[in-house]
């Protein structure tokens, strides 16, 4: 781990047999783009979406094949970019398949067909006519191996009972690091911010940390991932697998005839160096230094609601009824709901609706939706119906839920030319400071606004600020 030089010992060992010294070799590094996958999970109550898996590495060939306003339905796609996961701006791909079949297999199995490769160059060696691979500042860059790591994720985290990352392990076993000086020198490697993922036979290194991430790799966010390279010749980054030392990876092989570096704390390692992106990299993959990406920038709005009640349905859903305090948006599949029981402010988990609402289809006036999400884990400990006194009487029970209740943000993408009145721009922008109650009511957000106040615009992913017109 990058996020910094030192770091605790010990570490997960998954699927280690006593006796095995199975050794696994690096075989390849590639890049590509970082998204979360998600499938159809079909059961004798319907079909619903669920997450398959979270941080694949996919090719630039993969292509949004329903955009924004198609009528194409879930037959006549393979692979549907559905929104970001608001919490990290990770794009969720679609594949309207069951999961369990070969169709969702071999598209899955698919996506990391047209990876790039990069080079094995060491410092130094690159030329004009011998030039380092490029690779764009927010990529995802894929170690793969010939065998089984015998590592789970615990190997460079510790996690809480909720999942966070609290501290991290083994942090000089894989490091991405930024060359500064001559790199066989001390002080020629600086460690750069990056989350490790953990799969089977391969290691994903993402430099890009958004939402909760940096705060819990103990760094800051870092939404434009590595640096610039300052030309367009030499490598400004490397990888570096420690093969020594007591924090390396106990199976990586120890190979004779591999390219042979030191990282960050001066251990012999595995290594690769390339360049990262500039702002003179443009080609087909390449925009500005930064992965060319085809999907259109969103606006994403935070509209605040209150939870009425939750309903476990199995050991993957949940039903739960949002009360809209008068707002007007319909809500669909892919939007998120985000939980806040206190005053906080800190989500008590987020879950996506996996099925399109029936109560306010076509309908975004309607003011109590029952809607099936993604299972959290304890939500059913915050039901507001668990609380002595919670009103029977529809006309008692709203003022009381806006009173008592947790909130209940839906964080949904803005669809403009849409039906008539489905979703209202006044959710999809927000004032700081915000409107203040007049009369003891929260007005609309355009309303009663601070003539100091700021405008805030949320997106779907990070954008280059350098690229905004203040009048787009």
């Known amino acids: ?40 999970q ?28 198609s009528t194409l339905s879930d037959e006549e796609v393979l692979y549907d970019f559905d929104g970001a996961d608001p919490d990290t701006l990770q794009p969720r791909l679609f594949i309207p398949r069951d999961m369990t079949g070969s169709a969702f297999r071999a598209a899955f199995d698919a996506l990391d067909d047209q990876l790039r490769e990069v080079s ?27 065998a089984p790591l015998g590592i789970d994720d615990s190997f460079f985290v510790s996690r809480n009972s909720q999942g966070q990352v609290t501290g991290l392990r083994n942090t000089e076993a894989v490091q991405l690091l930024k060359i500064v000086a001559d790199p066989t020198q001390p002080s020629g490697l600086v460690p750069l911010p990056v989350r490790v993922v953990v799969e089977e036979r391969a290691l994903v290194l993402d430099p890009v940390l958004l ?28 990888v570096a697998i420690a093969i020594d030392g007591p924090l390396a990876i106990p199976r990586v ?13 001066g251990r012999n390692s595995l290594v690769r160096d390339f360049r990262s992106g500039n702002q003179d990299d443009s080609s087909s993959d390449l925009a500005r230094g930064f992965s060319r990406d085809p999907l259109p920038l969103r606006i994403i709005g935070e509209i605040p609601m209150f939870l009425e009640n939750v309903r476990n ?34 989500p008590f988990g987020s879950a996506g609706v996996v099925v399109d609402p029936e109560d306010d289809f076509n309908a975004p006036t309607t003011q ?10 304890g939500l059913e400990n915050i039901n507001p119906r668990n609380i002595p006194g919670y009103p029977e009487l529809l006309s008692e029970r709203e003022p009381w839920l806006v009173a008592n209740a947790p909130r209940a943000i839906c964080v949904a993408e803005f669809a403009a030319g849409a039906a008539a009145g489905r979703d209202d721009p006044r959710n999809f922008l927000a004032f700081s400071p915000t409107p203040l109650v007049v009369g003891g009511v929260q007005p609309a957000p355009n309303e009663f606004v601070s003539p100091f106040a700021s405008a805030i615009v949320r997106f779907t992913k990070p954008i280059d600020i350098e690229t905004v017109k203040w009048a787009d």
């Not at 030192?6 to 998204?35: C, F, H, M, N, S």
């Not at 060696?125 to 490029?134: E, K, M, N, R």
């Not at 092989?253 to 704390?265: I, W």
């Not at 109590?368 to 884990?377: E, P």
């Open 42 to 69: 079909v059961t004798q109550d319907g079909a619903s979406i669920a997450l398959y898996r979270s941080d694949v590495v996919i090719g630039n060939n993969i292509e949004d094949q329903r955009p924004t306003g």
């Open 313 to 346: 349905l199995d050991s993957n859903t949940q039903e739960v009824t949002v009360y809209k305090n008068g707002i007007s948006h319909e809500i669909d599949r892919g939007d998120v709901i985000r939980f806040v029981a206190d005053s906080s402010g800190v």
């Open 253 to 265: 092989a120890l190979e004779t005839n591999g390219l042979r570096g030191l990282n960050n704390s």
């Open 211 to 238: 939402g909760t991430e940096g705060l819990q790799y103990q760094t800051v966010n870092n939404a434009a991932g590595m640096p610039s390279s300052p030309d367009q010749i030499g490598a400004n980054i490397r």
């Open 368 to 377: 109590h939706v029952r809607l099936k999400i993604r299972r959290i884990a």
């Open 120 to 146: 094995p160059m060491l410092f130094g060696q690159g030329s004009a006519s011998l030039p380092f691979s490029v690779v764009p500042r927010n990529g995802a860059i894929k170690l793969s191996f010939s």
């Open 1 to 40: 781990m990058a996020a910094c030089s030192g770091g605790g010992g010990g570490g997960g060992v998954a699927g280690a047999q006593p006796g095995d010294t199975t050794q696994a070799k690096l075989q390849r590094i590639e890049y590509g783009r970082l998204v979360d996958v998600y499938g159809l």
